[in-house]
C-alpha cells in the first residue's frame, strides 16, 4: 500500500506561485511514475504533470513553461511548483503513483486526498 498526502494548496492571485508538496508513504520500491492531476468543478479530472524515476518528464500543454515537477527521493516528496498561475488554473489538485513507468495516458494506482488551489484576477 501506497499513502499520498499533500499539502501548499491555497489562494493566490494571477501571476502568483505556489509549490504543492506530496508525501509518500508506504511500500513504494515499485512506485516508477509520480504525477500531479487536476479538477475543476464540473469537469474531469485531468493530467498536468509526471516524474519518471530516470528523471523523464511530461506536462500538460496548458502548464509547460509554468509548472515544474521534481521529487526528493531522499525525503519520499514530491513538487509541483506553479508560477505565472492563471484563474483556469484554479482546480482540486491530486498527488498521485503509479506502478511501473510514465507510459501511455495519464493514470494512477494511488491517490492523494487533493489540496485546493484557488487563483483569482
Known amino acids: 500500500q501506497v499513502q499520498l498526502v499533500e499539502s501548499g494548496g491555497g489562494s493566490v492571485q494571477a501571476g502568483g506561485s505556489l509549490r504543492l508538496s506530496c508525501a509518500v508513504f508506504?511500500?513504494?520500491?515499485?512506485?516508477?511514475?509520480m504525477g500531479w492531476f487536476r479538477q475543476a468543478p464540473g469537469k474531469e479530472r485531468e493530467g498536468v504533470a509526471r516524474?519518471?524515476?530516470?528523471?523523464?518528464?511530461n506536462y500538460a500543454d496548458s502548464v509547460k513553461g509554468r509548472f515544474t515537477i521534481s521529487q526528493d527521493n531522499a525525503k519520499n516528496t514530491l513538487y509541483l511548483q506553479m508560477n505565472s498561475l492563471k484563474p483556469e488554473d484554479t482546480a482540486m489538485y491530486y498527488c498521485?503513483?503509479?506502478?511501473?513507468?510514465?507510459?501511455?495516458?495519464?493514470?494512477?494506482?494511488?491517490w492523494g486526498q487533493g489540496t485546493q488551489v484557488t487563483v483569482s484576477s
Open positions: 516524474i519518471a524515476s530516470d528523471g523523464y518528464t
Open positions: 498521485a503513483a503509479v506502478y511501473g513507468y510514465c507510459s501511455g495516458g495519464y493514470r494512477a494506482d494511488y
Open positions: 508506504g511500500l513504494t520500491y515499485s512506485i516508477d511514475c
